[in-house]
């Protein structure tokens, strides 16, 4: 406690000073002896006696200015970090990264680049080889009379396969359309004539047995077991409950895509053909268990001894000259197991997606202006850049933001006093934590209760509870914002205890700067980084937005992309999909739809060499309607939109379904109501009933086997296609 202050107690009861005067003036003996001819003892009576108990202050109150006036603001040394991580610079930057990737991560990023640089060579060195050869040959086709010459085999199929009229029965026996038949004919006779009309290539061979062996050198061997051990490792580490959609008996698209397969039916193809080992995996993830784990990790450890034994039995480490951003060049050991993940992880998905070789080389390219929207960098560039955004982010409230006053936490809460939590700090400190907030806590429940007790036994000079409450003018111990601070101020705050009266700015910097670092270099599982495909990048900007919950920022994309407000989420995909695929990606793309909107099969012939050939381009064997179907079953070797084109012209969609309702044994609906309100529909309607079928007629065609036929003939009634127009003509009657 503190004695009295004379001269604050005279300014709280003034007339006292003129009572003093007047006694001594008066020589007022009652007053003056009393109280020793001195002025103090008067003044000290009279607070003993009236004005304590009055509620008459002695002395003016205390602050709490400890923690009034307490701030933790982020050191110097957590400035300079920040600072260092905007430009990417810094011992202390790399040491951040290195520590949150590991201590591999450098080589592995050297390796992958190595790896990277040598496969776009050989791309590059084979592109360009083939269309140089591809180059020439079109050189050769403008020479006069070279065209006939090189499209004889053309001639000769389409000859045998039209003017004989053997195409449509042979297309029927063969279960393939007259132009896959065509196609097949031109190959065989490519073979026999050792003529060829353009230069093809097969890239899928190429990558297959060229690119993929020299990088992963026996990789066929390894390829079954790795495959297997990549669905077990998935799974392992996917909730056993998003591993297979029951409800839609299919594999998640999320396991899939991690597992390393494009389809459902591929995955379960693969596990099929695996024998014993394959069915009870495929079993196993469908039906899971309780003992799904285990039987899983022991189905790892025996995957991985396999692999381990393969490896073993030959040294198959790679030797590359890498350049290096400097252009230096030099030698990296690119570890075998690396360069099989690198093929599977990095290689194939861009293969796979890629139409053309001029695609996958962009795809490749590992220089900057070169790069296209979705080509990938390394985890490592990857990870620092992200580091950079998130310092800059930062950086500018980096002197106000984080300067935190007595009792805040991280969250913005007064009780850290009460109550300190910094998962980041050491566990030395934990244990003061722990210390504190034990003690703290006791000591306000002693104040409530027996205010008149001390306030350390072990510390008596400290006082009570009440003596300093009333001290520091604290009205209600019960106040918990209160009583932190004057348990700070008296005894918190004191060497021995040292308490801790706010969230510490490094440990906030920490958790703002560090954890998201950290936790986007945990969604990179590998340091190739993940190929992101324009479907796939739509697919999460439209993932969790709900037109009607998000009103707002629906409306905004649909003025972004300049869209109608009944806009559907697919259509929004596309423009999106359309925006994001540029260059030869854009290009080779159109040019395929465009084909398959003719319904022409897609060739290197009609796209380039530089066109990867795949079936699943072909859409002109695909059958759309079932009315189509039955027609083609029937011997029609025609595509589909020939079929409607040339044998039912007038037919609108709502036909198609009403004749194909029709095949299917439904009872058609035949709409012979005439809406007088609408005349134009109304004749529409009529004509549409009326219309006679027209007899069709062929224009002549050159050929070697037709010489002096008449321009146009009639067709001819061997014509297996023939029977289509009388058919076609009694459904529309």
Avoid: C
């Amino acid at each position: 406690t503190k004695e009295l202050d004379f001269a604050f107690y005279a300014t709280q009861v003034p007339e006292l000073t003129s009572q003093w005067a007047k006694a001594v003036i008066d020589d007022d003996l009652d007053i003056v002896e009393r109280y020793n001819n001195n002025w103090k003892d008067y003044f000290s009576a009279h607070y003993t006696t009236q004005g304590r108990l009055n509620g008459i202050r002695g002395y003016a109150e205390e602050a709490t200015d400890m923690a009034n006036n307490y701030m933790e603001t982020p050191t110097d040394l957590d400035k300079q970090r920040i600072m260092d991580a905007t430009l990417g610079t810094g011992t202390a930057f790399d040491t951040l990264i290195k520590s949150i990737l590991g201590p591999k991560e450098e080589e592995e990023t050297k390796q992958y680049a190595a790896l990277v640089e040598n496969t776009l060579k050989d791309t590059i060195a084979k592109l360009n080889k083939v269309k140089n050869q591809e180059l020439q040959w079109d050189l050769y086709r403008n020479l006069d009379g070279f065209t006939e010459i090189m499209d004889l085999n053309k001639t000769l199929a389409n000859s045998i396969m039209g003017d004989s009229g053997i195409g449509g029965y042979l297309a029927r026996s063969a279960n393939k359309t007259e132009a896959e038949l065509t196609a097949d004919l031109e190959t065989q006779l490519e073979k026999a004539t050792g003529l060829q009309s353009n230069v093809t290539y097969n890239w899928q061979k190429w990558f297959d047995d060229q690119l993929i062996e020299k990088y992963g050198i026996d990789y066929k061997q390894f390829q079954v077991t790795e495959d297997t051990l990549d669905i077990v490792n998935t799974a392992l580490k996917t909730d056993p409950t998003k591993i297979y959609d029951k409800q839609n008996k299919k594999f998640t698209d999320e396991f899939i895509k991690k597992a390393g397969f494009n389809t459902n039916e591929a995955l379960i193809e693969f596990l099929n053909k695996q024998g014993i080992t394959g069915t009870n995996l495929l079993t196993r993830l469908q039906n899971p268990t309780s003992d799904m784990q285990t039987e899983l990790t022991t189905l790892k450890t025996n995957l991985d001894k396999k692999v381990t034994e393969l490896d073993a039995a030959k040294n198959r480490d790679l030797k590359l000259t890498y350049g290096g951003s400097d252009n230096i060049p030099e030698e990296v050991k690119v570890e075998a197991s690396f360069a099989r993940q690198f093929i599977d992880e990095y290689l194939k998905p861009r293969f796979d997606f890629s139409k053309s070789m001029d695609e996958f080389r962009d795809y490749l390219n590992v220089i900057e202006k070169d790069k296209n929207t979705f080509q990938t960098t390394d985890r490592l560039t990857e990870i620092k850049s992200y580091a950079q955004s998130v310092a800059k982010s930062i950086a500018p409230d980096l002197n106000t933001r984080f300067n935190y006053a007595f009792g805040q936490t991280e969250e913005g809460g007064t009780d850290f006093y009460f109550n300190p939590v910094d998962k980041y700090a050491p566990p030395e400190v934990q244990a003061v934590y722990q210390k504190q907030k034990e003690m703290v806590a006791k000591d306000w429940e002693t104040a409530k209760n027996n205010p008149n007790a001390l306030v350390n036994p072990s510390m008596p000079y400290l006082g009570t509870w009440a003596e300093n409450a009333y001290m520091y003018n604290i009205k209600d111990l019960s106040d918990k914002n209160n009583f932190a601070k004057l348990h700070y101020q008296i005894i918190g705050s004191l060497p021995a205890f040292n308490f801790d009266p706010a969230m510490n700015p490094s440990s906030v910097l920490k958790v703002k700067f560090e954890s998201p670092i950290t936790t986007k270099a945990a969604s990179i599982e590998t340091v190739f980084g993940e190929f992101t495909t324009p479907e796939s990048y739509a697919d999460m900007l439209l993932k969790n937005i709900d037109p009607f919950a998000d009103k707002e920022t629906w409306e905004k994309l649909l003025k972004q992309y300049d869209l109608d407000e009944n806009a559907t989420k697919d259509e929004i995909k596309k423009v999106i999909v359309d925006a994001l695929t540029s260059g030869t990606a854009e290009e080779i793309r159109t040019r395929i739809k465009e084909l398959q909107e003719l319904e022409e099969i897609p060739t290197q012939e009609k796209l380039g060499v530089t066109y990867i050939e795949r079936p699943e381009d072909n859409l002109a064997t695909i059958e759309k309607t079932e009315l189509y179907k039955i027609f083609k079953d029937a011997g029609y070797t025609g595509t589909e939109k020939d079929f409607y084109t040339n044998y039912m012209p007038d037919t609108s969609p709502e036909d198609v379904k009403l004749l194909t309702d029709a095949t299917k044994g439904k009872l058609p609906e035949f709409d012979f109501t005439f809406d007088i309100k609408d005349p134009a529909s109304a004749l529409s309607k009529l004509k549409e009933l009326e219309t006679p079928p027209t007899k069709k007629t062929t224009d002549k065609t050159t050929s070697y086997f037709k010489i002096g036929l008449d321009d146009e003939e009639e067709e001819k009634e061997t014509d297996p296609d023939s029977f289509l127009s009388d058919f076609t003509a009694i459904l529309k009657k």
